[in-house]
């Protein structure tokens, strides 16, 4: 039998072998190596192992995206386990998917709301790595339950970064729909979709600091390099 520590490194060596065959950039797949590097056996725990190792060439977009969000999440949240950091990870990538939004526009709207902190709260009461108000977040359960068969009962955890993540990412994406201009959304994200309505309504001026904020760090993380990021 293999000793425990040879068996690991063969599972991080194929998952370099993964990486660098499937990235088109020789920079992501150094950076491949440097963050499974530092990874403990969060992903690799039990025997089923993370399904990076048996990454296909049709996941190698989803490989360097998901590689990418958790690089962000590290570099703004040190301190945060691995385990959490690839449970986020994940969560932005697949809700991203789910409601058709770039995983890197979340992130952004994640940085400026909160800087990553699962269990900030404003003086709104808006809570959480989304920054979701409860009311708000009763509304969209109700909503997404609707639609997933989900059956979500109040008190909801806001500060369950999953779920929040989850909330807030279907929030944005029915902003994006219903406007159907991004700065819009996002501008309906901070102030409420009545307050941008009523102002479009009256032909009033829009204050779009916010989204301009949230569009200017995106662009940020849309760099052609992977790199470690540092704050906006």
Same mark, same amino acid.
């Given at each position: ?6 068996? /690991? ?15 088109? @950039? ?6 491949? %190596? ?22 296909? @060439?049709?996941?190698? /977009? ?47 709207? %994640?940085?400026?709301?909160? @800087?990553?902190? &699962?269990?900030?709260?404003? &003086? ?26 989900? !059956? ?17 990412? $279907? $929030? ?21 979709? !009545? ?14 600091? $916010? ?6 760090? *995106?662009?940020? *993380? ?6 470690? $990021?540092?704050?906006?």
């Amino acid at each position: 039998k293999k000793p425990l520590l040879f068996m /690991k490194a063969s599972k991080i060596l194929k998952c370099f072998q993964v990486v660098i065959r499937l990235s088109s @950039s020789p920079n992501l797949a150094v950076l491949a %190596i440097f963050f499974f590097l530092l990874i403990p056996s969060d992903p690799f725990k039990a025997e089923k192992g993370h399904w990076i190792e048996s990454a296909g @060439s049709g996941d190698a /977009k989803q490989v360097s995206e998901l590689l990418k969000i958790y690089s962000i999440v590290k570099s703004r949240r040190a301190d945060l386990r691995d385990g959490w950091a690839w449970d986020i990870s994940n969560t932005i990538l697949e809700e991203s998917r789910r409601h058709s939004l770039d995983p890197l526009l979340v992130l952004a709207l %994640i940085n400026v709301e909160s @800087s990553f902190q &699962t269990e900030a709260v404003s &003086t709104e009461g808006a809570r959480g790595l989304m920054q979701i108000r409860p009311i708000v977040a009763n509304a969209l359960a109700k909503e997404l339950g609707a639609i997933d068969s989900l !059956t979500l009962h109040p008190p909801l955890n806001l500060d369950d970064p999953v779920f929040n993540i989850k909330l807030g990412v $279907y $929030y944005l994406g029915s902003l994006k729909e219903n406007f159907r201009d991004l700065k819009l959304a996002l501008t309906a994200y901070n102030w409420g979709p !009545t307050e941008v309505k009523n102002r479009l309504q009256e032909d009033e001026v829009l204050p779009l600091a $916010y989204a301009m904020k949230v569009l200017s760090t *995106y662009q940020s *993380y849309r760099q052609d390099s992977p790199q470690i $990021y540092k704050n906006p």
